[in-house]
Structures are given as C-alpha cells and as structure tokens.
C-alpha cells in the first residue's frame, strides 16, 4: 500500500477529491492522514465525513513558526509517507522538511507557473486580463511555487467570464487533474493525455 498524507489549511475541496477518486479506482494508495495547520479548516469536517484521520497541529497553539514545523516534521516522520500532498496548505514548508522527503512533497497551485506565484493566483491572472490560466502540479522545494514542473493544463478565459466563473473551472480542472497525477506518480504509469 501506498500512503499518502495530506496537508491543508481550509476548504479541502482538493483533499475531498483526491480521497474520492483513488478509493473509487481501488488503488493500491491510502491517505493516511490529514494533516492541518488550523483547528477550523473545513478540510477537518470532510475529513471526518470520509473516515480519514486528522492530526491537528493548531499553528496558533505553537509558540513559533520553527516549534510547529518540528512537530509536523515528527509527524510526517511517524507517517512515514510515499507522498506527501499539499492541497491549499498556506504555509511554507522549511529546508528541514523539504530535505527529509525529497521529491517525495508535491502541490497543485491555480496558474501556470511561473506565472502568478503566491497567493490569489487566479484572481491576479483574471485582472491581468490574460487569455489563458490554469493549474500547475509541482514538486515542492524550498521557494514559493517554484518547484519542478510535473504537469500543466490550461483554459481559455472567455468572454463574460466573470471572476466566480473562471475560480469555478480552475477548481474542476483541479479536482480532475490532482487524483490522476498522484495515481501516475505512485502507480509509475505515463500520463495518459486526458483531454477534460
Ligand atoms: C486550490 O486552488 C489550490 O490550487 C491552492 O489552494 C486551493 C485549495 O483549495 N493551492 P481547496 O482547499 O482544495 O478547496
């Protein structure tokens, strides 16, 4: 069995789906775990809801940024995962962590990298007026979405798109493409070219 842990900070709608479809497929891939930076994250209740354990490292409950990492840092050691996800997890991982799983960390983030790192990606591609945005699925270094490449798919902004509409296909194109990618990393297949 592969295991995979988690990490999120809130909504979890990326978390949701990633456990939906790798226990849809029957693949030979757990999520072990939850993991969350903050005791509120609506990932928490999803969690809950599909039966996947959470570990709650409160970042507010830690008396610094450093204390909180080495505990998730023991964690993820105790979980000792083949891949570790990151899905809308708002913190930065440091080098101690990032050397520890080496290639082992991933991230899915709302553009196309190298454009429009950082936060509220699709909302800064949307104002620029660009014609075409996207998802980026990565491997995590020690920068801000900055890691190696592994995939990248892309929309046409429409005319009348409005800001909700496009958050809305950037997410279905998220929740589409993240499952497929974790399942052709731990299951070594070559990507299919799968056209949404
Ligand atoms: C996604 O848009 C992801 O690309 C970004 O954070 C958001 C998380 O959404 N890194 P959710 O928590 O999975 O709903």
Request: glycine fraction near 6%; aromatic fraction near 8%; include cysteine.
């Amino acid at each position: 069995m592969e295991k995979i842990v988690v990490l999120a900070s809130g909504n979890g709608s990326n978390f949701e789906s990633i456990v939906k479809k790798t226990r849809e497929w029957k693949l030979n891939i757990e999520i072990t775990a939850l993991i969350t930076d903050n005791k509120n994250a609506f990932a928490v209740k999803r969690a809950g809801r599909l039966k996947v354990p959470v570990i709650i490292l409160n970042y507010r409950d830690f008396a610094s940024k450093d204390e909180y990492n080495r505990k998730l840092l023991k964690e993820l050691k105790k979980l000792s995962p083949d891949l570790i996800v990151l899905a809308g997890y708002l913190r930065i991982l440091p080098p101690f962590i990032v050397n520890e799983f080496k290639g082992k960390i991933i991230n899915i983030h709302p553009s196309l990298l190298p454009a429009f790192p950082g936060l509220n990606a699709i909302e800064r591609a949307f104002r620029a007026g660009v014609k075409y945005t996207g998802i980026t699925i990565h491997y995590v270094d020690e920068g801000v979405d900055t890691g190696e490449i592994i995939e990248q798919r892309c929309i046409r902004i429409r005319g009348g798109e409005t800001l909700s509409s496009l958050e809305k296909r950037i997410h279905r194109l998220e929740h589409y493409y993240y499952p497929r990618v974790i399942k052709d990393l731990l299951t070594e297949q070559s990507r299919s070219d799968i056209i949404i």
